[in-house]
T-cell receptor, first 112, second 112 residues
Framework: NAGVTQTPKFQVLKTGQSMTLQCAQDMNHNSMYWYRQDPGMGLRLIYYSASEGTTDKGEVPNGYNVSRLNKREFSLRLESAAPSQTSVYFC???????????FGPGTRLLVL | QKEVEQDPGPLSVPEGAIVSLNCTYSNSAFQYFMWYRQYSRKGPELLMYTYSSGNKEDGRFTAQVDKSSKYISLFIRDSQPSDSATYLCAMSAAGTASKLTFGTGTRLQVTL
């Protein structure tokens, strides 16, 4: 039981490049989330998926797109990376309309 | 002004000390309150969860919520070097229980 897994662990991009961050959970959770964590800003919600087939914007969605591929997988795409998107990205999942979110280990992204 | 305020620290205490970590918030709709622990270069893990006002104890950890003052606390008794981490408070409103608002985190260092 791996919980929430994220790939890659670390990525360096040049401005304008695109990439997809992958997230998968094996806890049969309905809800999944993408956060970014920046110094002095805490964790901020980018997008979430309350259930398979639905996605909604969070606090900071600009510059990102998401896909809930199936119940297990929720990907985050940067179409044209910018230095302001340098951050640590965390995926999380929860059973449903509950408060206990389980986090993955994070992806460190550096945009040059 | 941020919805959730948390002193970033760092807070340095000797082993065995009692630690008090605090958050204040402005949104009176918040009803679910959580504390997450985050070790360096890891994802946050849920430590304590409380609903509405009151206290909750789990081993060496006690969470307190004072909704009238919009103030929550986490107490750690007999602190250990393994408690050295960043502690994040998080909260959400009824009906949006899965949409968490995080504090920026307090970094705690427990020294031998």
């Amino acid at each position: 039981n791996a919980g929430v897994t994220q790939t890659p662990k670390f990525q360096v991009l040049k401005t304008g490049q695109s990439m997809t961050l992958q997230c998968a959970q094996d806890m049969n959770h309905n809800s999944m989330y993408w956060y970014r964590q920046d110094p002095g800003m805490g964790l901020r919600l980018i997008y979430y998926s309350a259930s398979e087939g639905t996605t909604d914007k969070g606090e900071v969605p600009n510059g990102y797109n998401v896909s809930r591929l199936n119940k297990r997988e929720f990907s985050l795409r940067l179409e044209s990376a910018a230095p302001s998107q340098t951050s640590v990205y965390f995926c999380a999942s929860s059973e449903g309309y509950r408060e206990t979110q389980y986090f993955g280990p994070g992806t460190r992204l550096l945009v040059l | 002004q941020k919805e959730v305020e948390q002193d970033p620290g760092p807070l340095s205490v000797p082993e065995g000390a009692i630690v008090s970590l605090n958050c204040t918030y402005s949104n009176s709709a918040f009803q679910y309150f959580m504390w997450y622990r985050q070790y360096s270069r890891k994802g946050p893990e849920l430590l304590m969860y409380t609903y509405s006002s009151g206290n909750k104890e789990d081993g060496r950890f006690t969470a307190q919520v004072d909704k009238s003052s919009k103030y929550i606390s986490l107490f750690i008794r007999d602190s250990q070097p393994s408690d050295s981490a960043t502690y994040l408070c998080a909260m959400s409103a009824a009906g949006t229980a899965s949409k968490l608002t995080f504090g920026t985190g307090t970094r705690l260092q427990v020294t031998l």
